[in-house]
């Protein structure tokens, strides 16, 4: 099972890479792209068959190291 | 006393801090390679400045599961002094001995410079040697020092006098353009509720001697030094009743 993991900051959270990137983006002429947000994305192999005890692992993996939920927040998507 | 510096792959400030307690401050000093988990016989921990695992997914993020943080923890939870300088303040936080996150700097970029600091709260076992109010002039070096809680836990802190320091510019004003990083509330230090955990990123150890033409960071580290003589004589007194 693969484990498709992404962390970005809070909205309201001042994501200043983001920004340039977006300014950036602007100067390109694409007049129409706003909100930038920068974020992480994580793949991690799991050797487990049961889905309900990977979605528990991947979600404490989140809580306890990939993400830190004082300024981040976490979504994942199991396949396999 | 005997002062414990711990060493994570990746500090690099850790031999700075020893030769400031050791050579400058005379104390007897123990380097802690972080696989250890006991910190018996230490009057008190330094977690030093560096790039501990590189700084790989957040500041501080994989050393506060290193070995020695479990030992940390009970030294702090029994009200040993603990220090963390730059990194070791991220590390702090991450380890929720400390409350609040780090996110990079506003500007995006690593900022190594001498910066004002104003001592908020001069009745800390760190700051003992400061005057209320005192502006010290201490290097930073950081690319994640910008320092972020929510308004819940900014107030407590505020309330709680756990603001220890906060950016100035050379006349003691806490105005936004003296704030080198984007940190909340100017804050560039805080302490633990109890009092005896403090964080803060600027580098004391690096301006601590006459050769280096600034000894304003001696005031800290010598203040540290102070508290632990105090504590361990308490210490004595309690066993000889």
């Known amino acids: 099972m693969k484990a498709k993991i992404h962390v970005t900051l809070k909205q309201g959270i001042l994501d200043p890479q983001g920004k340039a990137i977006e300014h950036a983006l602007e100067s390109l002429g694409f007049k129409n792209a706003a909100n930038v947000r920068v974020g992480k994305y994580m793949e991690v192999e799991l050797n487990e068959n049961d889905k309900a005890k990977a979605e528990a692992d991947v979600k404490q993996m989140c809580e306890k190291l990939l993400a830190n939920t004082i300024v981040e927040d976490y979504r994942y998507e199991l396949q396999g | ?241």
């Open chain 2, 1 to 241: 006393m005997n002062i414990g510096v711990v060493v994570f792959p990746g500090s690099n400030c850790d031999h700075d801090c020893e030769h400031v307690f050791k050579d400058v401050l005379g104390q007897d000093v123990t380097m802690v390679w972080h696989k250890e988990t006991s910190l018996k016989g230490l009057d008190g921990v330094i977690l030093p400045g560096g790039f501990s695992y590189g700084d790989y997914l957040r500041t501080g993020a994989i050393a506060r599961f290193s070995p020695v943080m479990g030992a940390v923890q009970k030294f702090a939870a029994d009200g040993g002094l603990v220090l963390g300088i730059c990194n070791g303040f991220q590390i702090l936080l991450e380890a929720g001995l400390l409350p609040g996150a780090m996110l990079p700097n506003q500007s995006l970029h690593f900022i190594c410079k001498d910066i004002y600091l104003k001592v908020e709260n001069a009745a800390t076992p760190f700051t003992g040697f400061c005057r209320p109010g005192q502006v010290l002039k201490i290097p930073i070096a950081h690319a994640d020092g910008n320092y972020y809680t929510d308004p819940v836990t900014l107030a407590g802190l505020q309330a709680n006098a756990q603001i220890v320091f906060r950016y100035c510019d050379d006349d003691g004003n806490t105005v936004p353009a003296a704030n080198p990083n984007g940190s909340l509330d100017n804050i560039a230090g805080i302490r633990n509720a109890q009092g005896n955990v403090l964080g803060l990123m600027p580098h004391p150890e690096r301006c601590a001697e006459p050769a280096l033409g600034n000894e304003d960071g001696r005031l800290i580290l010598a203040s540290m030094v102070d508290a632990m003589r105090k504590a361990a004589s308490h210490a004595h007194a309690g066993l000889a009743r």
